[in-house]
């Protein structure tokens, strides 16, 4: 898995390209960690993800709540056929911020 970290606008942008799983999603967690504290906005850019597994969720949907209750946002770009299929059958569909 590669992350790609870029700010526009005060956002933070991680790209995340390959797989995120088990073994990656500590790599994912890291990024966020190291993000500075009063980000307002993160979006994970998934248009190169091509898995999800139940670890990658956790990370997703922990950020979410982290940032939820600091007044923040998360938004996930561009998820691709599968990952929104994972997204609905999950509920994440439910309450994270999708954009195509």
């Given amino acids: 898995m ?14 995340v390209d390959g797989r995120l799983d088990t073994v990656t999603a ?41 940032l939820d209750a600091e007044g923040g946002k998360l938004v996930v770009r561009h998820p691709n056929d599968m990952i929104q299929s994972i997204f609905a059958l999950t509920g994440f569909i439910e309450i994270l911020n999708i954009e195509d």
């Fill in 26 to 66: 500590p790599e994912l967690a890291t990024a966020i960690a190291e993000i500075e504290d009063g980000v307002k906005e993160l979006v994970f850019d998934f248009s190169e993800l091509e898995y999800v597994s139940s670890a990658g969720l956790r990370v997703i949907l922990s950020t979410h709540k982290k």
């Fill in 2 to 15: 590669k992350i790609t970290k870029n700010v526009e606008n005060g956002k933070v942008i991680l790209s």
